[in-house]
C-alpha cells in the first residue's frame, strides 16, 4: 500500500473496524450511506499528499470492497479553519454503497 507506514495503515484499519463497520447496513440491494469526518495533519500546509487522510479514507474503502460492498459514489467537502487553533481542515467523505 503505497508509502503509508504501518502505523497509518493499523490505525486504518482500526477506524473501519471500530467506527465504519457497526454503521453499515446489511447488503440487501438498495443503496445505503456512510458520512464520515476528519481533519487534516496540522502541518500539512504545502502542496502534496495529505497521507493521514488519504490512508484512512483508502483503508475504509478497501475494506468495504474486501466485506463484498459495492462502492457508488464517494463525495468529498472540505471546511476550513477548523481546530483549536482554526489552522486544520475539515473534511466530511460521503461514500454511497450497496
Not at 481533519?39 to 479514507?57: A, C, H, M, R, V
Not at 459495492?70 to 486544520?88: A, C, F, P, R, Y
Amino acid at each position: 500500500m503505497g508509502m503509508f507506514t504501518k502505523g497509518q495503515q493499523a490505525t486504518a484499519q482500526s477506524i473501519y473496524q471500530k467506527d465504519v463497520l457497526p454503521f453499515l447496513k446489511p447488503k440487501d440491494g438498495f443503496t445505503h450511506v456512510v458520512m464520515i469526518n476528519s481533519f487534516s495533519k496540522w502541518l500539512n500546509q504545502n502542496f502534496g499528499i495529505e497521507d493521514k487522510y488519504t490512508t484512512q479514507l483508502d483503508e475504509i474503502l478497501v475494506d468495504l470492497q474486501k466485506d463484498e460492498y459495492e462502492l457508488v459514489d464517494v463525495k468529498l467537502g472540505v471546511i476550513q479553519d477548523q481546530g483549536i487553533t482554526k489552522s486544520s481542515e475539515g473534511f466530511y467523505t460521503m461514500i454511497l454503497y450497496k
